[in-house]
């Protein structure tokens, strides 16, 4: 691991200003607050931005390394983590301090990342060796790498965390990853390919988004198949689930919409409007809000999973391409 430490004589370090200042847009008329905090990676300007969700302002910048493209937090110890394409890095965040106070090296283009609490170990994938590597979240030590398929993006755990799984963007597959072994158990064939995927609470299965052909795949991550679970979706790029593992939420970027799938009928039961084209979900722990990054136009929309409408809108930030939501 290397620090920053040495040169940490500020906070000012790795702060920075709002290269845009932020709008606010609402719709329709007074609602409940919205509680938490968000913090949006911003690819652009290399840095972190700190959303106050009950105010709807951005409060601060965090400065991290070059082309930031994923973050993922650390809720015990309140630390994110967040990975940099370019500079080959993965920066640590203290979320109390709003500051960085470390930096791993990641080599050959860090993008998805996952963290074991248990472990204390956070995996990252490797975009251009094709790799998926463990490394100790207190030190930054490497602790052995998975090869997996052709241009791995998203990973996410299983219910137990003892295996991961991992989207090959560029082989159309599935990888799962024994976490304790570093070796690739199985590889499932999801066609077509998948570029998103989220797991079920249980563990049973796993929902692989299909942007070319508008589609989303159940994975049976028990007999290793996957099967289709609804069509017809506008150019969908990600998915989402929240407490309630029968709303899965599809971002749709050709139709300005979140699809709400019903996962036990598998048909789309709902569409709520967003105000921009959504790229990046999530949803909060209550359940009842579901945020949208729109990386083109820069902003963050938050929408009323209940009542199925949007709520407000906060721009400014430049090339959003990731979120993680802190209650």
């Given at each position: 691991?290397?620090?920053?430490?040495?040169?940490?004589?500020?906070?000012?370090?790795?702060?920075?200003?709002?290269?845009?200042?932020?709008?606010?847009?609402?719709?329709?008329?007074?609602?409940?607050?919205?509680?938490?905090?968000?913090?949006?990676?911003?690819?652009?300007?290399?840095?972190?931005?700190?959303?106050?969700?009950?105010?709807?302002?951005?409060?601060?910048?965090?400065?991290?390394?070059?082309?930031?493209?994923?973050?993922?937090?650390?809720?015990?110890?309140?630390?994110?983590?967040?990975?940099?394409?370019?500079?080959?890095?993965?920066?640590?965040?203290?979320?109390?301090?709003?500051?960085?106070?470390?930096?791993?090296?990641?080599?050959?283009?860090?993008?998805?990342?996952?963290?074991?609490?248990?472990?204390?170990?956070?995996?990252?994938?490797?975009?251009?060796?094709?790799?998926?590597?463990?490394?100790?979240?207190?030190?930054?030590?490497?602790?052995?790498?998975?090869?997996?398929?052709?241009?791995?993006?998203?990973?996410?755990?299983?219910?137990?965390?003892e295996r991961l799984y991992v989207v090959n963007a560029g082989a159309g597959t599935l990888s799962l990853?024994?976490?304790?072994?570093?070796?690739?158990?199985?590889?499932?064939?999801?066609?077509?390919?998948?570029?998103?995927?989220?797991?079920?609470?249980?563990?049973?299965?796993?929902?692989?988004?299909?942007?070319?052909?508008?589609?989303?795949?159940?994975?049976?991550?028990?007999?290793?198949?996957?099967?289709?679970?609804?069509?017809?979706?506008?150019?969908?790029?990600?998915?989402?689930?929240?407490?309630?593992?029968?709303?899965?939420?599809?971002?749709?970027?050709?139709?300005?919409?979140?699809?709400?799938?019903?996962?036990?009928?598998?048909?789309?039961?709902?569409?709520?409007?967003?105000?921009?084209?959504?790229?990046?979900?999530?949803?909060?722990?209550?359940?009842?809000?579901?945020?949208?990054?729109?990386?083109?136009?820069?902003?963050?929309?938050?929408?009323?999973?209940?009542?199925?409408?949007?709520?407000?809108?906060?721009?400014?930030?430049?090339?959003?391409?990731?979120?993680?939501?802190?209650?």
């Amino acid at each position: 691991m290397s620090s920053r430490a040495e040169f940490a004589s500020s906070a000012a370090a790795f702060v920075v200003a709002a290269t845009k200042a932020p709008r606010r847009r609402r719709r329709g008329p007074s609602r409940p607050a919205t509680s938490g905090t968000a913090y949006v990676v911003c690819s652009e300007t290399n840095a972190v931005a700190v959303v106050d969700l009950p105010t709807e302002r951005v409060i601060h910048y965090v400065t991290v390394g070059s082309a930031p493209a994923r973050i993922v937090l650390d809720r015990r110890s309140r630390r994110a983590f967040v990975s940099n394409l370019d500079s080959n890095t993965i920066s640590v965040i203290d979320l109390a301090r709003l500051d960085v106070v470390g930096e791993f090296d990641a080599p050959n283009g860090p993008l998805g990342l996952a963290f074991d609490e248990a472990r204390d170990t956070l995996f990252y994938a490797s975009t251009s060796n094709n790799t998926v590597t463990a490394l100790d979240a207190t030190n930054g030590r490497a602790g052995g790498s998975a090869i997996v398929g052709g241009r791995p993006g998203d990973v996410a755990f299983d219910a137990a965390g003892e295996r991961l799984y991992v989207v090959n963007a560029g082989a159309g597959t599935l990888s799962l990853v024994e976490t304790h072994r570093k070796i690739v158990a199985t590889t499932i064939a999801v066609e077509p390919p998948a570029t998103s995927v989220v797991l079920a609470p249980d563990g049973r299965v796993a929902y692989a988004c299909n942007g070319e052909a508008g589609s989303v795949s159940l994975v049976d991550l028990r007999s290793r198949k996957a099967i289709p679970l609804v069509s017809g979706l506008q150019n969908p790029t990600q998915l989402a689930l929240g407490n309630d593992p029968t709303r899965l939420y599809v971002a749709e970027s050709g139709g300005a919409t979140v699809a709400v799938v019903s996962t036990t009928a598998r048909v789309v039961s709902a569409r709520i409007k967003s105000m921009g084209r959504p790229g990046p979900l999530r949803v909060n722990f209550a359940g009842d809000r579901v945020f949208a990054l729109d990386p083109e136009a820069g902003t963050l929309c938050v929408l009323d999973a209940t009542r199925q409408n949007a709520l407000f809108e906060i721009g400014g930030f430049d090339k959003p391409r990731d979120l993680a939501l802190e209650a």
